[in-house]
């Protein structure tokens, strides 16, 4: 049984960090992609941030230079710096199966909200 939950967020001025984590468990690290995702108030679920095994990462552009994404068998964080209004959104933890596809989970989600 997956479970994935999450931490962390919160309310943060412009220009600010917050740290996102997620408890992983139920996974096997090495065939899943393990990644963050974001949902803004009238938009679709975009991928934030996506990490294999193997260290490979991927990031939303607009992410580039202000995100980090790191984990391990247990738990998946996010640093996020220099954060910014447009940043605002419920921020979900996922895990992606390698191979089935289909298998594919999700965190309750955190509300992150980026206002002065």
């Known amino acids: 049984q997956v479970q ?3 931490s962390g967020g919160g309310l943060v001025q412009p220009g600010g960090s917050l740290r996102l984590s997620c408890a992983v468990s139920g996974t096997n690290f090495k ?7 974001r949902q803004a108030p009238g938009k679709q679920r ?17 992410t580039k230079g202000r995100f980090t994404i790191s984990g391990d068998k247990t738990t ?9 209004p447009e940043d605002t959104a419920v921020y979900y933890c996922n895990a992606r199966h390698l191979f089935i596809p289909t298998n594919n989970y999700w ?10």
């Open 107 to 116: 965190g309750q989600g955190t509300q992150v909200t980026v206002s002065s």
């Open 46 to 62: 975009e991928l934030v941030a996506s990490i294999t095994s193997d260290g490979s990462t991927n990031y939303l552009d607009s």
């Open 31 to 37: 065939i899943f992609v393990m990644g963050w995702y």
């Open 4 to 6: 994935l939950v999450e």
């Open 76 to 84: 998946l964080s996010l640093q996020m710096n220099s954060l910014k």
